[in-house]
């Protein structure tokens, strides 16, 4: 029989060795530039109540780009968790819908007076929706392989780009004063808002540079430069563009979808297993 004295002495020394235990370093690296991440987003509010719009823009995509690397960072060092995926969704959360929401609000859609509040409202509340959908899909066992080539609506970081699309058009001297158009903003960023929460498939990038052929590696690495290059020197332009190419994309990645769904239909049943 058990000392229940002995007992009770072991319990806090098998704990004590726990809490001391080593952490990998793997492990904190992609939480660290979720962190970076997080504080570009809540720059980019500061910098929009200081009327400072342009470095307000530059901080939700410098919080996009961290974004895109801090995934690939935990799955090429072998350290995702529960935690990082938990911090990842409330960073992405305050950084492509509350920061984005108020950075359009306060330069345009404040002069709509209520109703600019509540667009505001419904871009923030779509993307919390959105995060909460795609992480519920992670756990979906009945999802075909080919279906992890796209998402279910726009993701986050994607709509955010979307929303501040109007910006870009202002730095550009498209648009004299955000307040003047508030009546067509306010409609496209409903639509935005609501394109995060639908069922529309749009072509996912979370598997792409994991593997590529050996004769494309030169081609990539030119055009992640030069999209790089485009970024800095042109950086309205560039992102103008790349928004109106996403919104074109679109109707092709619904067409690629039903393709691939409809050759998934034609496939034979497999067979009951046998008893």
Not at 108 to 123: C, E, F, P, Q
Not at 185 to 190: F, N, R
Request: with cysteine; aromatic share 10%.
């Amino acid at each position: 029989m058990a000392d229940p004295v002995n007992q009770d002495r072991d319990e806090p020394e098998e704990a004590t060795q726990r809490r001391f235990q080593m952490v990998p370093v793997r492990f904190l690296l992609p939480n660290l530039i979720t962190l970076l991440a997080l504080c570009s987003g809540v720059t980019a509010i500061r910098m929009a109540i200081e009327g400072r719009y342009e470095l307000a823009v530059a901080g939700i995509i410098v919080a996009v780009v961290l974004d895109a690397v801090d995934g690939r960072l935990a799955r090429f060092l072998k350290g995702t968790s529960r935690f990082g995926a938990e911090l990842d969704s409330l960073a992405d959360f305050v950084n492509f819908g509350v920061a984005p929401a108020l950075l359009i609000y306060i330069w345009s859609l404040n002069s709509l007076r209520t109703a600019g509040w509540v667009i505001a409202l419904i871009l923030a509340i779509c993307c919390a929706l959105r995060l909460a959908r795609f992480n519920v899909a992670l756990d979906d066992p009945h999802k075909p392989q080919w279906a992890n080539m796209f998402f279910t609506g726009a993701p986050a970081p994607a709509g955010a780009g979307l929303a501040l699309l109007p910006m870009y058009l202002g730095f550009l001297g498209l648009i004299d004063d955000g307040h003047d158009y508030a009546i067509l903003i306010g409609p496209y960023i409903v639509v935005v808002a609501l394109l995060m929460v639908s069922r529309v498939p749009t072509f996912s990038g979370k598997n792409f540079g994991s593997r590529i052929p050996r004769e494309t590696v030169l081609p990539v690495l030119g055009l992640v430069a030069f999209a790089a290059i485009m970024l800095i020197a042109y950086p309205w332009e560039f992102l103008s563009v790349v928004a109106i190419a996403y919104l074109v994309m679109i109707p092709i990645s619904m067409r690629s979808y039903r393709r691939h769904k409809a050759s998934d239909a034609q496939l034979p049943e497999a067979p009951p297993p046998s008893a």
